[in-house]
């Protein structure tokens, strides 16, 4: 099993960037899948994750900015984020649960977010 993620990069605030997840090694359509974010440091924080029914839940403080998608078709997972703030800076993880589960189980190597000022 395998979770690419990529797109991260040097933004400067209030810019925009799509994050991409690519999945691959066994069928996700029965998993729920998500992003997470992570700075040395602290802990890993929730960003937000979307069921296999399509359902999408947020951290209460970057729903205005951030949309979860998936595309099963192509085993894609997406995070758009807008509005972008210095404080969004972090490590960005994909990551999956098994079929039928609320538990995160799969992870990716991560993809690097730099906001700047």
Request: net charge positive; aromatic share 12%.
């Amino acid at each position: 099993v395998q979770l690419q993620a990529s797109g991260g990069g040097l933004v400067q605030a209030g810019g925009s960037l799509r994050l991409s997840c690519a999945a691959s090694g066994r069928a996700f359509t029965l998993s729920a899948m998500g992003w997470f974010r992570q700075v040395p440091g602290k802990e890993r924080e929730f960003v937000g994750r979307v069921s296999w029914t399509g359902a999408t839940s947020y951290a209460e403080s970057l729903r205005d900015r951030f949309t979860i998608s998936r595309d099963d078709t192509k085993v894609m997972l997406y995070l758009q984020m807008n509005s972008l703030k210095p404080e969004d800076t972090a490590v960005y993880y994909c990551a999956a649960t098994g079929s039928y589960s609320d538990q995160f189980v799969f992870w990716g190597q991560g993809t690097q977010v730099t906001v700047s000022s």
